[in-house]
């Protein structure tokens, strides 16, 4: 029993001294010490890390000046792992809190930049896409001076590019299949929706043969 005693005890302090100090930091309990960590591998763009070890502090810091750019980082590090719609809420809620902030414009911009990532192929649901470009439209409406305008103005043509060429082939695939009503209901609302489309000739022509 002794032996056996002294074995799991020796074991026990073989594991401890393998223990990664990353695995000592973030259970150490310490505060300080774990958002040093955090800050320096986010630094180091190692942002696993970085996000759990934010995660643990977040609200140990709430209300002091650390937590602005603890809940700034935080959001970041969910971005650049490409959890877009949680960073798209992070980057929201950070704005919502931090209104005084310098970094609100950044995490406005970034809230919806990040919604805009997710927008897939024009074949699939396109709710993202759509609120994306409100998103982009409500930040030029609010930052009409800031460097960040031209870029949601492109994001936002882009976007509607994608939302006018779903409708067009929407209203195709209704031609093909012979549902005439459906295909002049799809195009006059493309007309409508988008009247600088470049496809008036085609449009005219499935709207002619329907």
């Given at each position: 029993?002794?032996?056996?005693?002294?074995?799991?005890?020796?074991?026990?302090?073989?594991?401890?001294?393998?223990?990664?100090?990353?695995?000592?930091?973030?259970?150490?309990?310490?505060?300080?010490?774990?958002?040093?960590?955090?800050?320096?591998?986010?630094?180091?763009?190692?942002?696993?890390?970085?996000?759990?070890?934010?995660?643990?502090?977040?609200?140990?810091f709430k209300g002091q000046k650390?937590?602005?750019?603890i809940y700034f980082n935080f959001?970041?590090?969910?971005?650049?792992?490409?959890?877009?719609?949680?960073?798209?809420?992070?980057?929201?809620?950070?704005?919502?809190?931090?209104?005084?902030?310098?970094?609100?414009?950044?995490?406005?911009?970034?809230?919806?930049?990040?919604?805009?990532?997710?927008?897939?192929?024009?074949?699939?649901?396109?709710?993202?896409?759509?609120?994306?470009?409100?998103?982009?439209?409500?930040?030029?409406?609010?930052?009409?001076?800031?460097?960040?305008?031209?870029?949601?103005?492109?994001?936002?043509?882009?976007?509607?590019?994608?939302?006018?060429?779903?409708?067009?082939?929407?209203?195709?695939?209704?031609?093909?299949?012979?549902?005439?009503?459906?295909?002049?209901?799809?195009?006059?609302?493309?007309?409508?929706?988008?009247?600088?489309?470049?496809?008036?000739?085609?449009?005219?022509?499935?709207?002619?043969?329907?």
């Open positions: 029993m002794n032996n056996l005693l002294k074995f799991l005890l020796v074991l026990a302090l073989f594991s401890q001294s393998c223990k990664s100090s990353y695995d000592k930091i973030r259970t150490s309990g310490d505060a300080p010490l774990v958002l040093k960590a955090a800050n320096q591998y986010y630094a180091k763009k190692n942002y696993l890390k970085a996000q759990t070890l934010y995660e643990l502090i977040i609200s140990s650390e937590s602005e750019d959001a970041y590090c969910h971005y650049y792992l490409s959890e877009f719609e949680l960073s798209s809420h992070l980057f929201k809620n950070f704005s919502n809190t931090f209104v005084n902030s310098p970094k609100r414009e950044e995490a406005l911009f970034m809230s919806n930049y990040a919604i805009y990532k997710t927008s897939p192929n024009y074949k699939l649901d396109q709710s993202g896409t759509e609120k994306a470009i409100e998103g982009f439209q409500s930040f030029v409406n609010e930052f009409p001076e800031s460097s960040r305008v031209k870029d949601c103005n492109e994001k936002i043509d882009e976007l509607r590019s994608k939302l006018e060429t779903k409708a067009f082939e929407q209203g195709k695939l209704y031609y093909n299949v012979k549902s005439y009503q459906a295909c002049l209901t799809t195009l006059d609302n493309l007309m409508v929706d988008f009247p600088e489309t470049k496809n008036h000739r085609e449009i005219r022509f499935f709207k002619g043969k329907s």
